[in-house]
Each structure stands twice: as structure tokens, then as C-alpha cells.
């Protein structure tokens, strides 16, 4: 089955800088990539997503990249704020709407 | 629009008692609906695929005998967590996925499940 792994497990940044949370996956039949937000004792919150044929995606504060090739896709967030302090998930599955395989989770703390 | 419910938001229960969570699609129909559960600072794992009108697709080492699923309708899947044990306490989270829209599975707010 699918496999995707998480790196790092905890990121602190200043506020104003870039945060960088990088996953790989396993299987090449996966071709749906969200990313989620979860804040301590509720449900994940999607972020952004990105689908097989598209490279990479923005909105806003949030951009997510896709390599398909060597099977990983990363996520920036600029100028960080200290709302954006949470657990980060990445997320494979073989289409939108499927079962998800979630990484380990980045823990992202923005210091003011 | 795709707002998925879940009840309770959290529960206590002795062990050896059952304990049934809802997960409901408020404005949607979902044909799919999925179950995960997320320890204390770990990862979110499926533990199952429920599906309207059939029997629900359980991951490897989960005991479908222990997490009942029922998938009766088109807006509502249950789990339950039968002859509960202290470690069977997780946060239980579900998605949905909409009938008609080719989009992401929606998720609920989870549930907070102790058992003493």
C-alpha cells in the first residue's frame, strides 16, 4: 500500500519567515496530494491540494509543489503568522475523495 | 456547504461498555464515508470505508467485530466501539465524500473517545 513520509516532525520559525514541510509517497498510482491543518482537539482543515497533472499550486500565503518523477511534494507557507502555528498533515491518495494515507505530521510553532 | 457533523464531540465511558459515534453530511449525500483514528500526537489511520447499503471495507488489524459500522442512509454513518478498553481512547475522526461533486472528502470536527 501506499507509504508517505514527513519531514521535519516539528519546524519553529519567526514570524515574517518561510516554512518549508516536504513529504515523499510510495506508490506512483497516487495521483491526489492535499494538505491539511489541524489545531489542537478538532477535525483536520484542508489547506490546499494539488492533483497529478499540475506542478504546483498557490493561494495566497500557501504553495504547494509536486514531483512526480521522484514522487514528493513539499509546502511553503511565506510571511508566517502566529495563527499559522498548528500541526501540518500531507496526504496521498489515488483520487480526490478517496481514502487518504496521511505522513507523520510537522508540528509548526511561529514565534512573534 | 459540506459541512460534516460529528456526535458526541466527546465521550466517557467505563470499559466493557459500547459507545456509538455519528458522522452525518448536513448538506450533501455521501455514498462514501471514511473512518479514521488519531492517537495522541500521531498520525490520522483509516480504519475503514463505509459505504451506503453494504457491508464497510476494514483496513488491516482492525477488528471489524470491535468497530461496528452501519452506513443505513445516504447522510448518516455510525461507529461503534463495542466492549470498550482503555486502550480503544483516541480522537475518531470521519469524512465524506459528496455523491455528485468530484471533490476532496469532507471532514468532521472528530470525537474524543476516553474510556476508564
Known amino acids: 500500500g501506499e507509504n508517505v513520509e514527513q519531514h521535519p516532525s516539528t519546524l519553529s520559525v519567526q514570524e515574517g519567515d518561510s516554512a518549508v514541510i516536504k513529504c515523499t509517497y510510495s506508490d506512483s498510482a497516487s495521483n491526489y496530494f492535499p494538505w491539511y491543518k489541524q489545531e489542537l482537539g478538532k477535525g483536520p482543515q484542508l489547506i490546499i491540494d494539488?492533483?497529478?497533472?499540475?506542478g504546483e499550486k498557490k493561494d495566497q500565503r500557501i504553495a504547494v509543489t509536486l514531483n512526480k518523477t521522484a514522487k514528493h511534494f513539499s509546502l511553503h507557507i511565506t510571511e508566517t503568522q502566529p495563527e499559522d502555528s498548528a500541526v501540518y498533515f500531507c496526504?496521498?491518495?489515488?483520487?480526490?475523495?478517496?481514502?487518504?494515507?496521511f505522513g507523520g505530521g510537522t508540528r509548526v510553532l511561529v514565534k512573534p | 456547504g459540506a459541512v460534516v457533523s460529528q456526535h458526541p464531540s466527546w465521550v466517557i465511558c467505563k470499559s466493557g461498555t459500547s459507545v456509538k459515534i455519528e458522522c452525518r453530511s448536513l448538506d450533501f449525500q455521501a455514498t462514501t464515508m471514511f473512518w479514521y483514528r488519531q492517537f495522541p500526537k500521531q498520525s490520522l489511520m483509516l480504519m475503514a470505508t463505509?459505504?451506503?447499503?453494504?457491508?464497510?471495507?476494514?483496513e488491516q488489524g482492525v477488528e471489524k467485530d470491535k468497530f461496528l459500522i452501519n452506513h443505513a442512509s445516504l447522510t448518516l454513518s455510525t461507529l461503534t466501539v463495542t466492549s470498550a478498553h482503555p486502550e480503544d481512547s483516541s480522537f475518531y475522526i470521519c469524512?465524506?465524500?459528496?455523491?455528485?461533486?468530484?471533490?476532496?472528502?469532507?471532514f468532521g470536527q472528530g470525537t474524543r473517545l476516553t474510556v476508564v
Open positions: 496526504a496521498a491518495s489515488m483520487s480526490a475523495g478517496n481514502k487518504l494515507t
Open positions: 463505509s459505504n451506503e447499503g453494504s457491508k464497510a471495507t476494514y
Open positions: 469524512s465524506a465524500r459528496d455523491r455528485i461533486r468530484n471533490t476532496e472528502a469532507f
Open positions: 494539488i492533483r497529478s497533472n499540475v
